[in-house]
């Protein structure tokens, strides 16, 4: 019985490794990272995203990390970490497609009023669907954030993370729409 159980862990912790080294799931670090600078409410939000979504704000938060040192007038590093890392928490895993990434992207960027016409809040209709979450994540994101006790701080800077830059300078709202827009 002893012998079964231990090759059962071997097994797993071959799957384990392998769902790393395939992308299927965060590797420990990746995890112990986002886990450091997350409460449970933030951790939770954080595990309800896509495995493309979570690594995407994973990078966009490492490259805040790298930036902030250089960068005056962030006032909480820490919070607008919280924020890089649920950025699109309002993003919720299965919502959009893989394959509509590309021309959801397209149609926000170069179609702004289309995206406004096209979506619809119908689950039936994928790719009209995957334009309405994208088009409300920020708010959705934010209303998330908001309910599950996440500071006022971190909660504005999600809703804010697609407006178009400030009439004043806001160095961690600036600092996380370039961080967003280079990962
Ligand atoms: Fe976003
Ligand atoms: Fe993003």
């Not at 919502?95 to 809040?121: C, F, M, N, S, T």
């Not at 998330?144 to 709202?173: C, Q, T, W």
């Amino acid at each position: 019985m002893a012998a079964h159980g231990r090759e059962v862990g071997v097994f797993m912790g071959w799957w384990e490794r392998l769902c790393y080294s395939l992308g299927i799931k965060l590797s420990p670090d990746k995890q112990a990272f986002a886990k450091e600078y997350l409460d449970d409410a933030g951790w939770f939000l954080f595990s309800q995203m896509s495995l493309l979504d979570q690594r995407h704000s994973l990078r966009v938060a490492r490259y805040i990390v790298r930036k902030a040192a250089f960068q005056r007038g962030i006032a909480d590093l820490k919070e607008l970490v919280q924020a890089a890392l649920l950025h699109d928490a309002g993003k919720i895993k299965g919502e959009i497609l893989w394959l509509y990434r590309l021309p959801v992207r397209l149609v926000r960027d170069l179609l702004p009023r289309g995206q406004k016409r096209w979506a619809v809040r119908d689950k039936s209709r994928s790719f009209r669907y995957a334009l309405y979450v994208d088009l409300v994540h920020a708010t959705r994101g934010a209303y998330m954030a908001k309910s599950l006790g996440l500071s006022p701080k971190v909660v504005s800077l999600i809703k804010r993370h697609h407006d178009p830059r400030p009439n004043f300078y806001e160095p961690e709202l600036a600092l996380l729409q370039e961080a967003n827009s280079r990962n």
